[in-house]
């Protein structure tokens, strides 16, 4: 499957964004898949997953986005997104979406449990 991030920008504090992931080769909804965002100088971060349909389709997230970010799909699309809402100034960062071969029972929280990765997009966000 491959991937292709879009959606990012700037944005003031307070504001919201929505990145979108297109797949294209196969269907999505047969991946979990997840986000995760790289802020300048740091190491690649966990931001939320959805585990794939024949799982449930359940989403979970990083705490530093819970309850301010969701996961969702769109398979007649063949699409996910990730809605930020509430973004503040620690979101800034690349974000990268992905997409894993094989089901893990627990959390997909590692960037190696993820075989498939779009190219980054770029979030800003200012006060």
């Known amino acids: 499957v491959q991937l292709q991030a879009s959606g990012g920008g700037s944005v003031h504090t307070g504001g919201s964004l929505r990145l979108s992931c297109a797949a294209s080769g196969r269907t999505l909804t047969r991946y979990s898949a997840g986000w995760f965002r790289q802020a300048q100088g740091k190491e690649r971060e966990f931001v939320g997953a959805?585990?794939?349909?024949?799982?449930?389709?359940?989403?979970y997230y990083a705490d530093s986005v819970k309850g301010r970010f969701t996961i969702s799909r769109d398979p007649a699309k063949n699409t996910m997104y990730l809605q930020m809402n509430s973004l503040k100034s620690e979101d800034t960062a690349i974000y990268y979406c992905?997409?894993?071969?094989?089901?893990?029972?627990?959390?997909?929280?590692?960037?190696?449990?993820?075989?498939?990765w779009g190219q980054g997009t770029l979030v800003t966000v200012s006060s």
């Open positions: 959805i585990r794939r349909s024949g799982s449930g389709g359940a989403t």
């Open positions: 992905c997409a894993a071969e094989r089901h893990l029972a627990g959390l997909m929280t590692r960037a190696y449990d993820y075989n498939y």
